[in-house]
């Protein structure tokens, strides 16, 4: 299983959009300052995940979450709590 997850700074408010098999190691990495982009943006936040079947699928949902549409829905997702329809 694969998950797409946002991530959001809770020094900046900075959001951050990846993708991994393991949600819990992966946010370890980004708040130990082992990535370089969250690195600077210390300590992160997980806010929002969404199982995927394939990488390939995970990929694609990462593409439109960083999309100015994909921004607009999880604008949506963390003011409401759920997608827009």
Excluded at 54 to 63: F, N, P, W
Aim: glycine share 8%; net charge positive.
């Amino acid at each position: 299983m694969w998950y797409v997850y946002v991530l959001k700074s809770q020094k900046n408010g900075k959001i951050y959009v990846g993708m991994s098999q393991d949600i819990d190691r992966r946010l370890a990495e980004h708040n130990s300052g082992k990535s370089k982009f969250t690195s600077g943006h210390l300590p992160w936040k997980l806010v929002y995940s969404e199982a995927c079947d394939t990488s390939i699928e995970a990929r694609s949902r990462e593409k439109y979450f960083k999309s100015a549409a994909g921004k607009k829905a999880l604008a949506k997702i963390m003011a409401t709590g759920s997608l827009p329809d």
